[in-house]
T-cell receptor
Framework: NAGVMQNPRHLVRRRGQEARLRCSPM?????VYWYRQLPEEGLKFMVY????????ESGMPKERFSAEFPKEGPSILRIQQVVRGDSAAYFC??????????FGQGTRLTVV | AQSVTQLGSHVSVSEGALVLLRCNYS??????LFWYVQYPNQGLQLLLK??????LVKGINGFEAEFKKSETSFHLTKPSAHMSDAAEYFC???????????FGTGTSLTVIP
């Protein structure tokens, strides 16, 4: 059973470009979470999704950020018009219906 | 609402010494509590979790944690530190609905030979 797969592992974007981060949850998991980790900081919750639904997006910046988890395919975190401050590690976690989250290896976004 | 406070962003112990990483939580509902470990440039790996039942929870790599409701604490311990324990440790809390996980800011553990 493969774990949570995130790709790419490393992503470099110039300011103003778009970043698309992908997360394939573990087989059988229908809940996906996205977190952002800044240097010397903990994980900040961004969004919680179930298939085709956004359940909680209270941690998402109001502009430029969006997330989806379609019926088929991976969950996508999309950042439009990236800025230097978006540079961070973005982690995806998935869970079955229940209180445990399994994390991916993360995508390290660098904005130059 | 739930939140987590980890006291001590950096902890250093000698190899073979006791490891104690502190975590206090607040929760308006019965919590689920977790400890995760993160090695450099890696994702988070679950060390142990408390959901219901026995308050002393044993995890991987010799770690354990005790849920103390009266103290709202879930401290992580290991009797004897090993060099391979050097990593970042995160405490997390979730409501028993499992909706969202709230993480502490992490504690970086250094093991001194």
């Amino acid at each position: 059973n493969a774990g949570v797969m995130q790709n790419p592992r490393h992503l470099v974007r110039r300011r103003g470009q778009e970043a698309r981060l992908r997360c394939s949850p573990m087989k059988g998991h229908s809940h996906v979470y996205w977190y952002r980790q800044l240097p010397e900081e903990g994980l900040k919750f961004m969004v919680y999704l179930q298939k085709e639904n956004i359940i909680d997006e209270s941690g998402m910046p109001k502009e430029r950020f969006s997330a989806e988890f379609p019926k088929e395919g991976p969950s996508i975190l999309r950042i439009q018009q990236v800025v230097r401050g978006d540079s961070a590690a973005y982690f995806c976690a998935s869970s079955p219906q229940g209180p445990e989250a399994f994390f991916g290896q993360g995508t390290r976004l660098t904005v130059v | 609402a739930q939140s987590v406070t980890q006291l001590g962003s950096h902890v250093s112990v000698s190899e073979g010494a006791l490891v104690l990483l502190r975590c206090n939580y607040s929760s308006s509902v019965p919590p689920y509590l977790f400890w995760y470990v993160q090695y450099p440039n890696q994702g988070l790996q679950l060390l142990l979790k408390y959901t219901t039942g026995a308050t002393l929870v044993k995890g991987i790599n010799g770690f354990e944690a005790e849920f103390k409701k009266s103290e709202t604490s879930f401290h992580l311990t290991k009797p004897s530190a090993h060099m391979s324990d050097a990593a970042e440790y995160f405490c997390a809390v979730s409501a028993n609905t499992g909706n969202q996980f709230y993480f502490g800011t992490g504690t970086s553990l250094t093991v001194i030979p």
